[in-house]
Antibody, heavy 123, light 106 residues
Framework: EVQLVESGGGLVQPGRSLRLSCAAS????????MHWVRQAPGKGLEWVSG????????GYADSVKGRFTISRDNAKNSLYLQMNSLRAEDTALYYC????????????????WGQGTMVTVSS | SYELTQPLSVSVALGQTARITCGGN??????VHWYQQKPGQAPVLVIY???NRPSGIPERFSGSNSGNTATLTISRAQAGDEADYYC?????????FGGGTKLTVL
């Protein structure tokens, strides 16, 4: 079964850090680009970051550039998101999503999504 | 930055055809993807690259894209189609989602 399982969310104070993980199974992880997409409570979807199959190409939304770092470990079939200097507006459900392509920026869709991990930034 | 405009809500009678639009400047030149999200669930891809259906998605779901408008069409709407629908494109090395449309089946 193709599956993405996120973990690492929780309650964190503003200015602190958190690291999210996404464990992939059921497909050849290193054949695909991967992404993080978030959804604030009651709001729409917002792309956060993406990474190509070999980490050679990485992209970030302007809202997180300089604060978040995406990475992957193909040997462990895992995707990560290091989130620093967290703000209240980063509060959201964070989804891991699989791209249909190998490279980033190939204009294709996200065909597999995890169930998400909730991040709450509050004092 | 590129913007995608969707109606906040669309209503359709059971068994009729629903059309959800996604507006953007010259969106016809881009690949448009559509996702369905039911309450408390993760998004599911229902249409990719304007008009292609992933395996497992009913033929009732179709898509088109031309000019400044992309459209998701749901034929013979069922109660189970009630959900939020999001369009998505790539623009300038970034991913853009529409604001989402809540589909109500009456």
């Amino acid at each position: 079964e193709v599956q993405l399982v996120e973990s690492g969310g929780g309650l964190v104070q503003p200015g602190r850090s958190l690291r999210l993980s996404c464990a992939a199974s059921g497909f050849t992880f290193d054949d695909y680009a991967m992404h993080w997409v978030r959804q604030a409570p009651g709001k729409g979807l917002e792309w956060v970051s993406g990474i190509s199959w070999n980490s050679g190409s990485i992209g970030y939304a302007d809202s997180v550039k300089g604060r978040f770092t995406i990475s992957r470990d193909n040997a462990k079939n895992s995707l990560y998101l290091q989130m620093n200097s967290l703000r209240a507006e980063d509060t959201a459900l964070y989804y891991c999503a699989k791209d249909k392509r190998t490279q980033l920026y190939e204009n294709d869709a996200f065909d597999i999504w995890g169930q998400g991990t909730m991040v709450t930034v509050s004092s | 930055s590129y913007e995608l405009t969707q109606p906040l809500s669309v209503s359709v009678a059971l068994g009729q055809t629903a059309r959800i639009t996604c507006g953007g400047n010259n969106i016809g030149s881009k690949n448009v993807h559509w996702y369905q999200q039911k309450p408390g669930q993760a998004p599911v891809l229902v249409i990719y690259r304007d008009s292609n259906r992933p395996s497992g998605i009913p033929e009732r779901f179709s898509g088109s894209n031309s000019g400044n408008t992309a459209t998701l069409t749901i034929s013979r709407a069922q109660a189970g189609d009630e959900a939020d629908y999001y369009c998505q494109v790539w623009d300038s090395s970034s991913v853009v989602f529409g604001g989402g449309t809540k589909l109500t089946v009456l």
